[in-house]
Nanobody, 125 residues
Framework: QVQLVESGGGLVQTGGSLRLSCGASGRTFSHYAMGWFRQAPGKEREFVAAAVSTRVRPRYADSVKGRFTISRHNANNTVYLQMNTLKPEDTAVYYC??????????????????WGQGTQVTVSS
């Protein structure tokens, strides 16, 4: 079973950038779909981005398209979320997740079976 650990969160001003990392244990990282979700205070967790492999186009929530980029590096078992032009509404706890699909970059929580502990991102106005 894979285990996930996020890092890279913090406090940033509007318009700034952050890069989140999610390190995974286990030997079969390349077999997993990897996703990023976030949960703002008082709101439900929502999909942000997902990637399966270099042969499948990543998927993004409309709210982050053009600003966020997901990438995965199977050699070091890590998935990244580069976040640019951050807005106060991006403030949330960000979670990475692993799913079993090697074909589809899922956008729903039920498509992922393993979750990290989350990392806080706060964007000040």
């Amino acid at each position: 079973q894979v285990q996930l650990v996020e890092s890279g969160g913090g406090l940033v001003q509007t318009g700034g950038s952050l890069r989140l990392s999610c390190g995974a244990s286990g030997r079969t990282f390349s077999h997993y779909a990897m996703g990023w979700f976030r949960q703002a205070p008082g709101k439900e967790r929502e999909f942000v981005a997902a990637a399966v492999s270099t042969r499948v186009r990543p998927r993004y929530a409309d709210s982050v398209k053009g600003r966020f980029t997901i990438s995965r590096h199977n050699a070091n078992n890590t998935v990244y979320l580069q976040m640019n032009t951050l807005k106060p509404e991006d403030t949330a706890v960000y979670y990475c997740a692993a799913g079993d699909s090697a074909i589809v970059a899922g956008t729903e929580e039920y498509e992922y079976h393993t979750w990290g502990q989350g990392t806080q991102v706060t964007v000040s106005s």
